[in-house]
């Protein structure tokens, strides 16, 4: 097994001796030495990292766990024709992984992959502009696509000629599918529907909302108690703040997450406390802007943490006491403690070495 992690140092932090070990699944662009996924475990108290197993696929640039923690879908991000959505066993025990197999993702360079329902993938296709659906069979396989939309919707930026879907979300009511159009400017919501006995699930257009031009919505994070959802504009830096009901989004606020103009905008998440929110800006003053999240939903700037090179994604612990980022470029994974008096980072002299990490996701 190849050893992809080392540890830089015997530092601890105040945690509880007896918390449950994590296993961490981690995507990456294998263009560069990679094999492509990976997993890990990482012991909360002490911090020490074990390296479990990895297989071999192409560029599995963003991953999905599944609830049971017994497969993993990854997309195979590449062009036209060469795409894939792969699915993989995996023993939530020993890290274990297995390729069960792939199909076409019937877009291009897919950049997002998440469950709609207990056996429906949905896969945003970043250069296709398309938002696809996939089956899963009862041994954990995908079959092909069982829906594709296409979208047309531009905008005025020179990245913005045509619809990118970048990113898909359930809300938390369960009753609809939030996805952003990066190239269009847009966040699509959609009405889950066609339940099915077998757990399968389709989709239909409810209505959109316009962001300001320029904007390029690249991905969204929804408050725990489901009230508000927040949008990172990935041309623009912007978090934008809503309220939700019922797949309606009302706009409360626009705060620039970028310390200097970067245009940059990568991951967006919140604490599981719903107390602080997080945003990853790239390309300038690579780092992580922090927020404190008000009653009203409304956002308070709270501090700004720098990273290493090109932070595109990251996750928060179940506990809330750590952050994980993957800094691409810098072929690391960071570990950062989270303050729950504040939400600040501070940088734990601990890395996850690994080529090119772009997607990083706990096993339940």
């Keep these: 097994m190849h ?6 140092s015997a530092l601890s932090i105040t945690t509880s001796a007896a918390a449950t070990p994590l296993t961490v699944v981690v995507g990456t662009y294998t263009g560069s030495g ?6 890990c475990r990482i012991d909360p108290a002490s911090l020490e990292v074990e390296a479990l197993d990895s297989v071999q696929v192409d560029n599995p640039s963003y ?11 990854t997309v195979g991000e ?19 992984m297995q390729l069960l197999g792939s199909v076409d993702a019937q877009c291009a360079d897919p950049c997002h992959i998440t469950f709609l329902s207990p056996r429906t993938l949905s896969v945003a296709g970043y ?8 089956d899963l069979n009862d041994d954990g396989t995908v079959t092909q696509a069982v829906e594709v939309l296409q979208f047309h919707a531009t905008s005025i930026k020179r990245n913005q000629a045509s619809s990118h879907i970048h990113y898909t979300a359930v809300a938390p009511d369960g009753r609809h599918l939030l996805a952003t159009n990066l190239g269009g400017d847009l966040v699509y919501v959609f009405d889950i529907v066609k339940r099915t006995a077998r757990g399968t699930a ?16 690249r ?20 978090v934008l703040a809503y309220d939700y009901d019922d797949g309606r989004l009302g706009l409360l606020q626009t705060l620039n997450a970028a310390l200097r103009p970067a245009h940059g905008g990568g991951d967006i998440h919140i604490d599981p406390s719903g107390r602080y929110l997080y945003a990853s800006v790239r390309l300038v003053d690579d780092g992580i802007a922090i927020y404190k999240i ?19 994604n990251f996750m928060i612990t179940p506990d809330g006491r750590l952050l994980l980022c993957a800094c691409r470029d810098d072929n690391v994974i960071q570990l950062y403690s989270i303050d729950p008096a504040t939400g600040l980072l501070t940088r734990l002299d601990r890395d996850l070495h690994v080529s090119k990490p772009v997607c990083i996701k706990l096993v339940p």
Excluded: W
Excluded at 34 to 39: I, L
Excluded at 202 to 217: E, K, N, S
Excluded at 219 to 238: I, K, N
């Design 3 to 8: 050893k992809i992690l080392s540890l830089m």
């Design 34 to 39: 990679s094999r492509g996924v990976y997993t």
């Design 63 to 73: 991953l999905v766990v599944a609830p049971d923690g017994r497969h993993v879908y």
């Design 78 to 96: 590449n062009g036209p024709g060469k795409s894939r959505v792969n699915a993989l066993s995996l023993d939530p025990a020993t890290g274990r």
């Design 127 to 134: 250069s296709s502009g398309t938002l696809v659906l996939f």
């Design 202 to 217: 389709r989709l239909q257009l409810h209505g959109d909302v316009q962001v300001a031009p320029g904007t390029g919505p």
């Design 219 to 238: 991905h969204l994070a929804f408050a725990p108690d489901g009230r508000h959802c927040y949008v990172l504009g990935e041309l623009s830096d912007d």
């Design 294 to 312: 008000g009653p009203d939903g409304r956002l308070t700037r709270a501090g700004y943490q720098l990273t290493g090179r090109h932070p595109r």
